[in-house]
T-cell receptor
Framework: DTEVTQTPKHLVMGMTNKKSLKCEQHMGHRAMYWYKQKAKKPPELMFVYSYEKLSINESVPSRFSPECPNSSLLNLHLHALQPEDSALYLC???????????????FGSGTRLTVV | GDSVTQMEGPVTLSEEAFLTINCTYTATGYPSLFWYVQYPGEGLQLLLKATKADDKGSNKGFEATYRKETTSFHLEKGSVQVSDSAVYFCALSDRSGGSNYKLTFGKGTLLTVNP
């Protein structure tokens, strides 16, 4: 299995809703990432988990709450979002530290989120 | 900090034309370099990579050579197809957080290939 699977593919939510995005990989990768991508822009890093522990939070507002229940799963819990949070949310995974030859990320196909 | 600069698009070509998308970088240390491709409505896919100076990455007819002396990693393809229409991102890796690698992306270049 060489894929990162994200669900749902599309999500429309109101500003008072609570929803969760899910990400799963079975490649044995020990680093997992959440990225946010606005239209015609590069992905922006939100969170990094390494060995199931949060290692990087890029000053993301608290209405986004990540969770890594085990080495294969990554969730992003959403609450009280704003319309400007509408974007494509990408999950990625990678090997941990390598001496050299790090293979980069494997990305999921993303969840397209619309906040109304 | 590390940064990636790639040519602004959009780039529009006819089928079978030669493609070059320029990418230069600024980094401390010895980063690995990547090209990712994003087809409409999809996530990013790794197209090719190079981990050290003078390495050439290649895949699906695309090539890029890691040039340390010019800090460049230009993407080339000899004959593009309509199916190559996508957004192309140049990226470099940076070891951060002690146990992770983090990718820094360029702004992306939209390629449209017409029949």
């Amino acid at each position: 299995d060489t894929e990162v699977t994200q669900t749902p593919k599309h999500l429309v939510m109101g500003m008072t809703n609570k929803k969760s995005l899910k990400c799963e990989q079975h490649m044995g990768h020990r680093a997992m990432y959440w990225y946010k991508q606005k239209a015609k822009k590069p992905p922006e890093l939100m969170f990094v988990y390494s060995y199931e522990k949060l290692s990087i939070n890029e000053s993301v507002p608290s209405r986004f709450s990540p969770e890594c229940p085990n080495s294969s799963l990554l969730n992003l819990h959403l609450h009280a979002l704003q319309p400007e949070d509408s974007a494509l949310y990408l999950c990625a995974s990678s090997q941990g530290v390598q001496k050299q030859g790090w293979d980069g990320y494997t990305f999921g196909s993303g969840t397209r989120l619309t906040v109304v | 900090g590390d940064s990636v600069t790639q040519m602004e698009g959009p780039v529009t070509l006819s089928e079978e034309a030669f493609l070059t998308i320029n990418c230069t970088y600024t980094a401390t240390g010895y980063p690995s370099l990547f090209w990712y491709v994003q087809y409409p409505g999809e996530g990013l896919q790794l197209l090719l990579k190079a981990t050290k100076a003078d390495d050439k990455g290649s895949n699906k007819g695309f090539e890029a050579t890691y040039r340390k002396e010019t800090t460049s990693f230009h993407l080339e393809k000899g004959s593009v197809q309509v199916s190559d229409s996508a957004v192309y991102f140049c990226a470099l890796s940076d070891r951060s957080g002690g146990s992770n690698y983090k990718l820094t992306f360029g702004k992306g270049t939209l390629l449209t290939v017409n029949p």
